[in-house]
């Protein structure tokens, strides 16, 4: 099973957002100034698609909301506490 590569051309970025490389060259003009990580050099002129991603889905309010980074680890659950409550309930 091949993985997918990290690094994408302009022409591999445009496909997987459903756009003509000509409309993504223009739009990463624009976005670049908005914090679009540009092209690394020393990846052949490729930018990291897994930053371009997460610009794309910060820019749609995408990313998780909490200060942790992921809103279910919140703490620790307390189960058991869960089941006493929930035993006097039905006693």
Request: glycine share 6%; charged share 30%; proline share 7%.
């Amino acid at each position: 099973m091949k993985a997918d590569p990290l690094y994408l051309t302009e022409v591999q970025i445009a496909q997987r957002l459903g756009v003509t490389v000509n409309e993504w060259k223009a739009t990463a003009v624009v976005l670049e100034r908005q914090g679009l990580p540009k092209p690394e050099a020393l990846f052949g002129s490729r930018r990291y698609w897994p930053a371009v991603r997460t610009f794309l889905d910060r820019r749609y309010d995408l990313e998780p909301q909490s200060g942790q980074g992921n809103p279910a680890l919140d703490g620790e659950e307390r189960w058991d506490l869960a089941d006493k409550r929930s035993a006097k309930r039905r006693a």
